[in-house]
Every structure is written in C-alpha cells, then in structure tokens.
C-alpha cells in the first residue's frame, strides 16, 4: 500500500507541474495579440479493482484546452469589418472636405452666383464693354472652380484606389499565413492522440489572422469536419482552403479602375462592398468620390450648354472673323448626332438650322445663308463644305482633331436662330468650352475679347444688330433657376443641383461618421467581452498559481510521509 501511495503522489506531482506549466504559458503570453488563455484539464486516472474494491491510482492531466466564445469570435468578425469599411469611407470624406467646405460661402455656389450676377450687370447696361469683361472674369472664376474641385475629387479617387492595391499584397500575405497555419495545425494534431494533441497556440494564430483579414475584407468561415478552416468571399468565392490560398489582383478597368479578380483568372471577386476596408475604399471611390464627379461634371455641362445655347445665337457689340468648334468629332464623316463621337451633348442635336451673316470692316452686311441640319445624316465634313459653298466669303474645314474651322478672312460674322442645337453642342461661337468640370475653360474667342459675348440678337431677316439690345443677356441669366437637362440626367436648375451636390456630401459624411462610431464602440464591447472571457487575467492565475502550488507540496508530503513510514517498516525488520 505504501508503493500504491507513492505512485498516487508521484502521478498528483506530475499532473500539478503540467498544470503549472499551463498557467507559466498564460502569464507568459498575458500580451500576446490574439492569444486564448488556456486550460489544464485534471481528471482521475482508471481506478484499480482490488478485492472487489475500486483503488484510485492517482490523477492525470488528460488535456489542455482553449478557452474561447465562438460567438463572439464571429461577432468580432463581422464588427472589425464594419468599422474598418466605415472608417475608411469617413477618412477619405474628411480628405475631400476643402473641396465641399466653401461651397456655400467662397466655392461654387458663390462663383456661380457671381457669374450670373456679373450678367445682370450686363444686360442692364448691354454697350458697356467693362461689364463684358467683367462677365468673362466672372466665367473664368467658375471655370477654374468647377475644374479644381474636380481635380481634388480625381485625386482623392487616384488616392482611393492606391489605398486598394496596398490592401491588396496585405490580403495576399495573410491568405498565405492562414494556409500556412492550417498545414502546421493538421501536421500537429494528426501525430497526437486525440484533444490532448490540439495545437491551441497555433490556433489562436490563425484566428488572429482571421480577424486581421476581416479588416481588410468581408469574409465568410466555415468550420470543416476535420476542425479545419475554409475561407469565402460573402458573394462565395474561394480564398483559403487546407494549404490551398487563391490570391486577389487587379483585373480590367471597370469606371476608369481596375477591377479586384482572383489571381490568375477574370473571375471578379464579389461581395467585397460589404465590409473591409478595401470594401471601404471601393465605396468611397466608386459610390462617393464617383457619384460627386458625376453630378459635377453634370452641373459643368447643364450650365456650359444652357449658356453656350443662348450665346451661339446671339452676338455682342464685337464678333470674329475665325471660329474654331470646341469640341470635335471622332470621324468627320459619321453623322454628328452619332454616339461615336463621344460627344457629351450630341443627344441635344435635332433636325433644324441654323443662320450665318457677314459683316464687311464697316459693319455693313455682306451676306448671308441658312445651314440646314438633319440628325442622323449630317456630318462634320458635310457642314464644312455647305458653309464654305453657301455663306459668302466664307471657308470652312475639319482639322486633324475634327474640330470645325470658320474662316471670314477680312470679314466678321455671327449666327442666329440655331433650331438644331448644332452650334452649342459643338461649343461654336460659345462663351465655355469643355465636356466635364475638369474641362472646363473659356473660349478662345471669348478670352481674346470680351466684346463677342453676346447681349443681343441678330436680326434673322435683315442681318441688323440693334446695340441696345439685352435679350440674350436676359436668356443667359434665365439658365440660372430654370429647371433643365442636357445630359440625361434628372432636370433641375443651377442653383438646385449645387445644392444637392452639397448636402449629398454632408449626409454622407453624417452617415460615415454615426456609422464609424457605432461600429467602434460595438467592437471595442465585444474585444472586452473577448478579454473577459478568453483573456488572461493576471490575479486569476496567481491564484491558480497558489492552487497547484499547495497540491504540488501535498503531494510531496505525501511522498515525504510515505518514505518516512518505509523506513520506520525497514527499522523494525532490522
């Protein structure tokens, strides 16, 4: 009975030194990222039966586990994402809020009303060349408005995009990690026996490499029956399986970007707008950034043609005698109105016409002709040649860029009563020029000579300018509140569609930041939650610590006793 006891004490001291080991491993790692504080396990051993008696033969530790909530484990997920998609778009609103900040007071709204102040000015007083150029101050202050806020936007957008290659090579690398991991986690569990072979540390790591990816993208876990760990994409694409990793890269250009795929196939990665901060970068660039490019861009063109409209048939107290088209067309012998042309404003172009008159240096009129368009068959090359056969004293050419060249040489002339939307839509005799807000600039006649903009009209009958006349002027300043489309888009005045611009970036930003801090305060309850449960308090291993330490010296009094008693039996023997 006295071996029996030793063997007893023998198997407690063992099991209360592995014990000891677990809670040393604990403290250890009190600071390590991702780390679950872990468990010794003590059970009896397998009793001896003795006379009918069932002997205890001591105390093993049989296993050591991890000590996790996988509820909250996956809430983590799901949080982490959420916050890093939500403070990523926040962040690069923030970045762009120059660009929105002055909008109402020194920006756009203000450079748009004092443009259309400067030509109230001017239809006042339509024969003073000073309000002229004041009028072509006031556009060019809109126009590099208009096309640095676009440009900040770009920016942004460019900055957007870098941020998603950089997320890229970090999904890479812990794709890799995670496969990794679950090749040493098989290896080690399949050469033990049983849960006591479970490689805790290892997956720990491979959690935390979890939740890093989750950061980056929305992902989906699933457990396997072998207690391995396969990876998804929320739309169901592939990204870890056992040691297999499919890597992400760029694919085609979808809206001017490259596309995220899997490496080594077209096959585009769906679901990732849902979460991550790559999901986040995509959101800002595409869906925010994106959507205000466009409805600038909107705003430049409604504003360039509503203006370019009026002033292609009206004419001011000076007129040219070389016209050159802003914007050209891709091939000279397609149909103007066709959409290979690439044309902002070609859906603008009816059937209709349009009349040129000549002035000699006198002012006296030399001629003049009706050019008729018909959509769908006129074309650049067409309109040249009807111009320099019809008006006389008058040639017209396509350049190498297929921009329309009018040439009066020693004369002038102007046009009035453009039914077909012809000449603004090609920006002829125009005051901007441009097919987007970055575009945008005057025209080269316009920033030569204040003196073309147009305050009155020509008389289409006899060709007569009155100087007095401010009826364009009126029409121009009309583009301001009256609700209009020529682009395609919802239609809506000036003034409203700057206004939407504005409060369509504030919501966001609104949106963005109530999001961002809902999702942080969520995830830093739930990292506590985590640390509660899983995570290493220091006062409960010592105490621990204490626990094994006293049945480790029971043991050994046992042992101590027990040898004691050995000799006391030997002494009597002697």
């Known amino acids: 009975m006295i071996f029996d006891s030793l063997g007893i004490a023998a198997s407690s001291l063992k099991a209360q030194q592995k014990a000891m080991d677990v809670v040393s491993h604990n403290i250890a790692n009190v600071n390590t990222p991702g780390y679950s504080r872990q468990k010794g396990n003590i059970s009896p051993l397998t009793p001896d039966q003795v006379a009918g008696l069932n002997i205890g033969r001591g105390v093993e530790l049989n296993n050591i586990s991890r000590v996790v909530d996988p509820i909250v484990n996956q809430a983590l997920l799901k949080s982490g994402s959420q916050q890093a998609f939500w403070q990523n778009i926040q962040s690069g609103l923030n970045s762009v809020e120059s660009s929105f900040g002055s909008l109402q007071s020194t920006g756009l709204s203000a450079a748009i009303d004092d443009f259309f102040l400067s ?5 006042n007083n ?12 006031k556009s060019e202050t809109l126009t590099i408005q208009l096309s ?22 970090s999904v890479n690398t812990i794709l890799d990690h995670i496969a990794s991991l679950n090749v040493q986690i098989k290896q080690q569990e399949s050469s033990a026996q049983g849960i006591t072979g479970q490689a805790n540390d290892l997956r720990d790591q491979r959690d935390q490499a979890i939740r890093d990816l989750s950061v980056l993208i929305p992902i989906q876990e699933v457990r396997t029956n072998d207690n391995g760990v396969l990876l998804q994409s929320m739309g169901g694409d592939l990204l870890v399986q056992d040691n297999i990793a499919n890597h992400l890269a760029r694919g085609a250009n979808s809206q001017g970007f490259g596309t995220i795929v899997l490496a080594g196939s077209n096959a585009i990665v769906t679901g990732l707008k849902q979460g991550g901060s790559i999901g986040g970068s995509i959101t800002l660039r595409d869906d925010k950034l994106g959507a205000y490019l466009k409805d600038l861009d909107s705003l430049a063109r409604n504003l360039a043609f509503g203006i370019n ?18 914007l050209g067309v891709s091939s000279p012998t397609l149909s103007i109105d066709n959409v290979a ?5 070609i859906g603008q172009i009816q059937s209709g016409s349009f009349t040129m008159h000549v002035y000699d240096a006198t002012g006296a009129v030399v001629g003049k002709a009706s050019i008729a368009i018909t959509a769908g068959v006129s074309t650049m090359a067409s309109i040249a040649t009807d111009i320099s056969s019809n008006v006389p004293g008058v040639t017209a050419s396509v350049d190498s ?5 009018i040439d009066a040489g020693s004369n002038s002339m102007g046009f009035s009563g453009d039914s077909s939307n012809f000449l603004a839509a090609y920006q002829i005799n125009s005051i901007f020029q441009g097919a987007s807000a970055a575009g945008m600039k005057l025209s080269s006649e316009v920033a030569a000579n204040a003196g073309v903009i147009a305050t009155g009209r020509i008389d289409a009958t006899t060709s007569a300018i009155q100087t007095g006349d401010n009826t364009a002027a009126l029409a121009m300043m009309a583009v301001q509140n009256t609700k209009v489309s020529f682009d395609g888009s919802t239609a809506n005045s000036l003034s409203t569609r700057t206004s939407l611009l504005s409060s369509n970036y504030g919501n966001d930003v609104a949106l963005a930041a109530q999001q961002s801090q809902f999702h942080k305060a969520e ?10 449960f899983s995570g290493v308090n220091m006062d409960e291993e010592l105490v621990t610590m204490i626990k094994f330490q006293r049945a480790y010296e029971a043991s050994a009094k046992v042992i101590q006793t027990s040898n004691q008693m050995m000799n006391a039996l030997l ?3 002697r």
Request: glycine letters at 8%.
């Open 341 to 345: 042309q690439s044309n902002p404003y």
């Open 523 to 532: 995830s830093e309850s739930l990292r506590q939650q985590r640390e509660a």
């Open 148 to 169: 640095n806020m676009s440009q900040q936007l770009q920016s942004a957008q460019a900055a957007a995009d870098a941020k998603i290659d950089n997320g890229i090579q």
């Open 126 to 137: 339509p024969q003073d060349l000073a309000q002229k150029a004041n009028v072509r101050n």
């Open 571 to 573: 002494g009597l023997i």
């Open 119 to 123: 030509i109230q000015a001017m239809a």
């Open 401 to 405: 860029a297929g921009r329309l060249v």
């Open 309 to 326: 409209q009026v002033q292609a048939s009206g004419v001011g107290s000076s007129r040219t005698s070389k016209m050159l088209s802003g």
